[in-house]
């Protein structure tokens, strides 16, 4: 048998070293197999992306230019909206999108984007490996690409469906270039909750544009395509802070970054803005696009009545400017969360510019997102009694119509009005009285009933008709439905459209109507629509406006105020020492430069406003809860008082304040009057005041009669007839009508007594009582004229109403004089009288005094 030789390999190892024939065709074979088998997918999915069509969003690669971009008056950026799209989005060219979030974007979600097709098979099998050795998801494997893909065209997550995907992802590459498919995922994926586009999310989150984004919030965005709902910081920060940590990380690992670059972005926090953020006036938008803000506020309607749709404008520039509408959204949320354990849940503020009416800032509600609070509503548009914030037109019409002055003495007293629902009896916020006030003093107070017993004085027709000449058109019911109570704000207003009659005040009583929108460019040829929405086509009647609308606004410029009379009210609004009996000082009122304002709160503590004005701006504020819920006692000085300053302080920053114009000395004079009675004073007024008067009411002043100078026995404190020099003193004393009589005797004010001093000789008059004064009247202080009343037949004790008269001093016995009998009263000169079914006549006489007027009254 032949040795083998240890050097020569066997048959064995020289087939396998030299493989014959057969073999090599075997291996060929195989080879074959293989790559049949590896290249045919790609093949299939090759032949499935040339029968995919490019979606029509790719193919129009521009179509976002049919958005409607919105300005400022800056031109700063506000938000961009698609037509018929509710997510926040804005378009951002990939070249003004910086270079961190195009880096950050890469390491976190396809760090290879620049060399694959669209597809990466590396990735798919590390997914695939680490699915089979972990069995479960630890790493995606799709790309931007495909992500694009998805978005754009949402499959099912079944093996189809990512077939399909692929396929659409092949077919994007092969039409777009990696800068253009760059571009379409960072405006088209969601990085948030309703935020598409990573522009909208970084104005959202960070209230900046992208390119001015740090690293580390660069980081943070381009982790959240990944779960939009997982990373919303807005529900905490710390699931997003690790993943930035770990995107951060990817981008130091792919050389994206440097290692002090990395270091310094993991150190920095992720600072969200302000709650208030996002993309600026959402409720603004709204309206202007809505057309709710009335003819000429915003972009001009197609037709009589029409609203301005969307997709008419390719840019809106609004009035609005951008850092001050900041500052208030988050002066507003504040507001609102410091008042939260008071059961306040909104607010709304509004600023306009008086020169134009051009509105500065909006805020609608304290947050739109805010579902508990229906932040969706716009307060700024909502329909809420104003309160007391109407008392400044009714005084006004009263100086214009009834020849009132800053120095009328007003009754403030127990009074009741007659109402087709029964007496009406207003009470002051104080729960109290305070006698005869001049009109200065009653409307910088706010005192209620002198307001009322102005407004009675009026008639309700007259009032309503002046505040719907200054724009307050929802006032829209009869007069006689308000009745006197419109003077406190019992009917409903907008918040816009009384922050423009204050805006009209500010104007010495010029009409203007607001605007939101300065200027927009149409989509379509200019011929088809205006250019800008300038004050002249704003004005224009007809083609643009609601012909009823027509007939209730006025002209812009028209006069609606007296001039004179306007500039007085001012002056009172303005006036810090005024409100000083109501509102004490350091109130919300008190700024350091001159403001005129108004404060005003509903009946049940349900709104409270705000509202007044520097000679450049108008700031408006409610605070309340859109359900119409109670607050807990806030009042308008407490609530939208403390906001009304602060955004008051905001629009200084923006429209330096300055003094208001001195009065016009051609119109207006400065005179001296008695303080109490607000008449030309004499030797007996102890305190004096300078009040404003119009040029033709000052020479017409008559002397004081409130304040007189009587002779007192001081033996007794009784009235001196003819007793000798050394037993009498002179006393000034002060002397009332029969309206304010009762009230004097109650607050203890310094009355001249009834009664002569027995010790001296008689006085002159009637036996033993003094005069009354001259033109003294008595007066029914109750019922009221037209007063009803109705029998309760269920109730078998007797009913009555107590009939009482004013009486002034000096009388010391009156007649009331029901349906022709007398029945003589002494004080407090009220006499209790049981109801007789009918109608009813009564007056009050007295010796020594003018008969009252006769009333008449009925019982049912």
């Not at 951008?322 to 306040?344: M, P």
């Not at 009328?408 to 009285?433: H, I, W």
């Amino acid at each position: 048998m032949r040795a083998r030789s240890p050097e020569g390999p066997g048959r064995a190892g020289r087939w396998l070293a030299r493989p014959g024939p057969r073999a090599r065709r075997i291996l060929r074979r195989a080879a074959q197999i293989a790559v049949a088998l590896a290249v045919a997918p790609w093949l299939l999915l090759a032949a499935l992306a040339a029968l995919t069509p490019l979606p029509p969003e790719l193919g129009a690669p521009e179509d976002h230019a049919v958005s409607t971009v919105l300005l400022d008056r800056h031109g700063t950026v506000l938000r961009e909206l698609r037509a018929g799209d509710g997510a926040r989005a804005r378009w951002l060219p990939l070249s003004e999108a910086g270079d961190r979030i195009q880096r950050a974007l890469l390491a976190a979600e396809d760090k290879r984007f620049a060399r694959h097709p669209g597809v990466d098979p590396i990735a798919i099998a590390r997914a695939v490996g680490q699915l089979a050795a972990e069995r479960r998801v630890v790493s995606g494997g799709s790309t931007i690409t495909q992500q694009l893909a998805r978005t754009l065209v949402p499959r099912p997550r079944t093996a189809r469906g990512k077939l399909g995907e692929a396929a659409l992802a092949l077919r994007i590459e092969a039409s777009l270039s990696k800068r253009e498919i760059l571009e379409q995922y960072l405006n088209r994926v969601a990085f948030g909750p309703g935020l598409r586009g990573v522009e909208a999310a970084s104005r959202f989150y960070f209230d900046k544009p992208t390119r001015d984004l740090s690293l580390a919030e660069a980081a943070a965005l381009a982790s959240m395509p990944r779960g939009p709902a997982l990373y919303d910081p807005r529900r905490g920060t710390g699931p997003l802070e690790r993943r930035r940590n770990r995107v951060l990380d990817r981008m130091l690992a792919a050389g994206l970054a440097g290692e002090a670059e990395v270091a310094r972005a993991r150190a920095e926090p992720i600072a969200l803005a302000p709650k208030g953020g996002g993309l600026g006036a959402p409720h603004l938008v709204r309206a202007v696009l809505g057309g709710a803000l009335g003819p000429g506020a915003g972009l001009p309607a197609e037709g009589p009545g029409a609203a301005p749709p969307r997709g008419r404008a390719t840019s809106i520039t609004l009035t609005i400017d951008r850092g001050l509408q900041r500052e208030i959204e988050v002066l507003a949320h504040q507001t609102v969360r410091g008042l939260s354990d008071r059961d306040v849940g909104a607010a709304a503020v509004v600023v306009i510019e008086n020169a134009t009416g051009e509105i500065l800032a909006y805020v609608g509600s304290h947050d739109i997102d805010d579902a508990a609070g229906l932040g969706h509503n716009d307060g700024v548009l909502a329909l809420r009694q104003p309160g007391s914030a109407l008392k400044p037109f009714v005084y006004e019409l009263a100086m214009e119509q009834l020849g009132f002055t800053a120095a009328t003495v007003l009754p403030d007293v127990e009074l009741s009005f007659p109402t087709a629902d029964g007496n009406y009896a207003p009470r002051n916020y104080d729960g109290r009285f305070h006698g005869p006030v001049r009109l200065r003093d009653a409307l910088a107070n706010s005192y209620n009933v002198p307001a009322v017993w102005a407004a009675a004085a009026l008639g309700p027709e007259r009032v309503i008709a002046r505040l719907r000449e200054l724009g307050l058109r929802s006032l829209d019911r009869e007069p006689s439905r308000y009745g006197v109570a419109i003077a406190l704000g019992d009917g409903e207003v907008r918040l816009v459209d009384l922050a423009n009659a204050y805006a009209t005040l500010a104007r010495g009583g010029l009409y203007l109507p607001v605007r939101a929108v300065r200027s927009f460019a149409p989509s379509s040829p200019p011929s088809a629509s205006p250019q800008a929405a300038s004050p002249a086509s704003s004005a224009r009647r007809g083609r643009d406006e609601p012909a009823e609308l027509s007939a209730v606004l006025p002209e812009p410029g028209a006069r609606v105020l007296d001039a004179a009379r306007a500039r007085v009210i001012v002056d009172i609004l303005a006036d810090d020492r005024a409100r000083l009996a109501s509102f004490g000082e350091g109130n919300a009122l008190d700024l350091p430069f001159p403001v005129a304002a108004k404060t005003g709160t509903s009946k049940g503590f349900r709104d409270n406003i705000a509202v007044g004005f520097t000679p450049d701006v108008t700031v408006a504020v409610w605070v309340g809860n859109f359900d119409g819920s109670p607050m807990g006692g806030v009042s308008g000085i407490t609530g939208a008082g403390p906001l009304f300053r602060d955004a008051m302080l905001a629009a200084a920053r923006v429209r330096p304040p300055r003094p208001f114009d001195p009065p016009d000395p051609e119109q207006l004079a400065e005179v001296e009057v008695c303080a109490l009675s607000g008449m030309r004073p004499t030797a007996a007024c102890p305190h004096r005041r300078h009040e404003l008067l119009p040029r033709g009411d000052a020479p017409a002043l008559s002397p004081c009669d409130m304040h007189e100078t009587v002779r007192i026995d001081r033996r007794n404190g009784l009235r001196a007839g003819a007793c000798p020099d050394a037993t009498v003193e002179e006393r000034v004393v002060e002397r009332y009508d029969a309206e304010l009589t009762a009230w004097a005797r109650a607050a203890g004010r310094p009355l001249a007594p009834d009664a002569a001093s027995p010790l001296c000789g008689a006085l002159p008059g009637p036996p033993g009582a003094p005069p009354a004064g001259a033109g003294a009247r008595v007066r029914v202080a109750y019922p009221p004229d037209g007063a009803r009343f109705v029998l309760d037949p269920s109730i078998n004790s007797l009913q009555a109403i107590r009939l009482r008269a004013d009486v002034p001093p000096g009388v010391p016995r009156v007649r009331f004089v029901l349906d022709g009998r007398p029945i003589e009263v002494g004080p407090p000169f009220a006499l209790d009288w049981p109801l007789v079914a009918g109608a009813h006549r009564l007056r009050v006489d007295a010796d020594g005094a003018a008969a009252s007027e006769e009333i008449a009254f009925s019982v049912e």
